[in-house]
T-cell receptor
Framework: RKEVEQDPGPFNVPEGATVAFNCTYSNSASQSFFWYRQDCRKEPKLLMSVYSSGNEDGRFTAQLNRASQYISLLIRDSKLSDSATYLCVVNLASGGSYIPTFGRGTSLIVHP | DTGVSQDPRHKITKRGQNVTFRCDPISEHNRLYWYRQTLGQGPEFLTYFQNEAQLEKSRLLSDRFSAERPKGSFSTLEIQRTEQGDSAMYLC?????????????????FGPGTRLTVL
């Protein structure tokens, strides 16, 4: 089992739709969780950190469920420009330190 | 532009040659990370530095790979005796990491990457 798992998709949705991605992690001692966005042939860009209480930034909402060991990203009112790969990152506990560990990413395609 | 920069952007080399990549982080950032990314996969952690100290190195990392950050500013990643399997995008990221309630806040900012092709 991979340490950080994401459904690779693609998720194919119409403009205006609401779409949600999950990301599961293996180590309950993990801390610090993030979502990044990566466009084709570009570097990842930070989308948002994920806080224990959940957080919202415009159309984007991120949540953490420690009991079930997953984080989620909800995108409301999808835009064409949201088409990208969404990567989750978990700081996995490893021998006294924490290693930032990426999932393989979930591909989102928003169509007209 | 005060973002993370990487040089070169592309490198083509023959199997068995050594290559070196450079990363210049955002100036006030204390941590610097190296990752490798192949098609369809997320970035794979290689190593990271806190200032000039190399704190973690992936157990999967071959001893052909070495990284330095001699003055706590820029970093270099060297791959010796390259193999075709080393072909990938090599990404560098930096963060201003501080601890909040036993949790590291390490929002990372990535450079554009160096694409390595080993023939």
């Amino acid at each position: 089992r991979k340490e950080v798992e994401q459904d690779p998709g693609p998720f194919n949705v119409p403009e205006g739709a609401t779409v949600a991605f999950n990301c599961t992690y293996s180590n309950s001692a993990s801390q610090s969780f993030f979502w990044y966005r990566q466009d084709c042939r570009k570097e990842p860009k930070l989308l948002m950190s994920v806080y224990s209480s959940g957080n919202e930034d415009g159309r984007f909402t991120a949540q953490l469920n420690r009991a079930s060991q997953y984080i989620s990203l909800l995108i409301r009112d999808s835009k064409l420009s949201d088409s990208a790969t969404y990567l989750c990152v978990v700081n996995l506990a490893s021998g006294g330190s924490y290693i930032p560990t990426f999932g393989r990413g979930t591909s989102l395609i928003v169509h007209p | 532009d005060t973002g993370v920069s990487q040089d070169p952007r592309h490198k083509i080399t023959k199997r068995g040659q050594n290559v070196t990549f450079r990363c210049d982080p955002i100036s006030e950032h204390n941590r610097l990370y190296w990752y490798r990314q192949t098609l369809g996969q997320g970035p794979e952690f290689l190593t990271y530095f806190q200032n000039e100290a190399q704190l973690e190195k992936s157990r999967l990392l071959s001893d052909r790979f070495s990284a330095e950050r001699p003055k706590g500013s820029f970093s270099t990643l060297e791959i010796q005796r390259t193999e075709q399997g080393d072909s990938a995008m090599y990404l560098c990221a930096s963060s201003l990491t501080y601890r909040v309630e036993l949790r590291d806040n390490n929002e990372q900012f990535f450079g554009p990457g160096t694409r390595l092709t080993v023939l």
